[in-house]
């Protein structure tokens, strides 16, 4: 009994399993076509969550930018530090799911 990745999830699985335990995707009897199509389709689901999130921390950026510049909070009021902290949050978040998208393009 041999340890396999699934192709759908990437999860060990047991070689003798039908069908994922994880996924409920069936594995017996894929040959190579269906296998990488299982394996494109999990590349191309994880890369779009991720640009997902990259629009989601632009917009959070971008919302913080606006807010300062066309608002002008009062210096050292809550406001003020909320729009810091959304511009800041915004920009690491989208940072890091650059890098991540990066990565992901690598493997």
């Known amino acids: 009994m041999a340890r396999i990745s699934c192709p759908a ?31 494109s389709r999990r590349y191309v689901k994880r890369k779009q969550a991720l ?10 950026f971008l919302g913080g930018f606006l807010y300062l510049y066309s608002r002008e909070p ?12 959304a511009i800041a949050v915004g920009f690491i978040w989208y940072l890091i799911n650059r890098i991540r998208i990066i990565l992901l393009k690598k493997s």
């Open 9 to 39: 999830c990437s999860k060990p699985i047991s070689d003798k399993h039908k069908v994922c335990p994880h996924c409920d995707t069936a594995v017996a009897g894929l040959d190579d076509h269906e296998r990488a199509r299982l394996a």
């Open 51 to 60: 640009l997902n999130q990259s629009f989601v921390a632009l917009i959070i």
């Open 74 to 85: 009062a210096a050292d009021s809550i406001e003020q530090m909320t729009t810091y902290g």
